[in-house]
Nanobody, 122 residues
Framework: VQLQASGGGLVQAGGSLRLSCAAS????????MGWFRQAPGKEREAVAV????????YYADSVKGRFSISRDNAKNTVYLQMNSLKPEDTAVYYC????????????????WGQGTEVTVSS
């Protein structure tokens, strides 16, 4: 499985961005996908997670009400809509996919994208 993330950039505080993650290859093996982020000097943390069917989602407390994860199964793509961005959202964002989702909040997924940088200026 290959993951291609895109959509990062520079935005002012209060602005919005939409990240996309396109999956290719053995996508039928993917049970769930997630977005993680890593700021300089900090550990990689889960931001939002979605299970295959889309019924189950998870959001970090810091992004609840501002970020929304969704998926288009026909396009094998997962999106992260980020609204009301804050400077503390600045990080490299990674999409990831996992075959079992036994530990959806931990950064030990089976497959990872290359990361896309998000910078929020104050």
């Amino acid at each position: 499985v290959q993951l291609q993330a895109s959509g990062g950039g520079l935005v002012q505080a209060g602005g919005s961005l939409r990240l996309s993650c396109a999956a290719s290859g053995r996508t039928f093996s993917i049970y769930g996908m997630g977005w993680f982020r890593q700021a300089p000097g900090k550990e990689r943390e889960a931001v939002a997670v979605i299970i295959r069917s889309g019924v189950s989602t998870y959001y970090a407390d810091s992004v609840k009400g501002r970020f929304s994860i969704s998926r288009d199964n026909a396009k094998n793509t997962v999106y992260l809509q980020m609204n009301s961005l804050k400077p503390e959202d600045t990080a490299v964002y990674y999409c990831a996919a996992d075959r079992t989702m036994k530990r959806p909040l931990f950064p030990d997924y089976d497959y990872w994208g290359q990361g896309t940088e998000v910078t929020v200026s104050s």
